[in-house]
């Protein structure tokens, strides 16, 4: 049985990572919206503005290894308090998960 890996954010970065493990972990992921993906694996809607996604954040964490990809400031301007609420929000619920290690990723862009 192969270990689990929960991506919150599949954004750019997200997005590759998540295509460049899939072949070696079982995989689950959110977006903040559900359009259109090509993700070969369940993705669940989580918007921390929308209280009515939270229920999706249990199941995310419900996994081995959790990459949190959510960047401090991004295009959509959340303020330093949104983005703290966001991390209460999810460090209350690690506290029930069976997850085995976390990846925090803060990256707002890469430059070169």
Same mark, same amino acid.
């Not at 997200?14 to 899939?22: K, T």
């Not at 992921?29 to 503005?49: I, M, N, Q």
């Given at each position: $049985?192969?270990?689990?890996?929960?991506?919150?954010?599949?954004?750019?970065?997200?997005?590759?990572?998540?295509?460049?493990?899939?072949?070696?972990?079982?995989?689950?992921?959110?977006?903040?919206?559900? &359009?259109?993906?090509?993700?070969?694996?369940?993705?669940?809607?989580?918007?921390?503005?929308?209280?009515?996604?939270?229920?999706?954040?249990? &199941?995310?964490?419900?996994?081995?290894?959790?990459?949190?990809? /959510?960047?401090?400031?991004?295009?959509?301007?959340?303020?330093?308090?949104?983005?703290?609420? $966001? $991390?209460?929000?999810? /460090?209350?619920?690690? &506290?029930?998960?069976?997850?085995?290690?976390?990846?925090?990723?803060?990256? &707002?862009?890469?430059?070169?």
């Amino acid at each position: $049985m192969k270990d689990k890996v929960s991506i919150i954010g599949l954004g750019w970065f997200g997005r590759e990572l998540a295509h460049s493990l899939q072949s070696d972990y079982e995989m689950v992921g959110s977006k903040r919206s559900l &359009t259109e993906h090509d993700f070969p694996f369940k993705v669940y809607k989580l918007d921390f503005r929308d209280s009515s996604t939270f229920n999706s954040l249990q &199941t995310l964490l419900d996994a081995d290894y959790l990459v949190l990809n /959510i960047p401090p400031n991004s295009r959509y301007e959340r303020s330093p308090e949104e983005y703290r609420e $966001m $991390m209460d929000v999810i /460090i209350k619920h690690l &506290t029930e998960s069976r997850l085995k290690r976390m990846i925090f990723i803060s990256s &707002t862009g890469v430059f070169g």
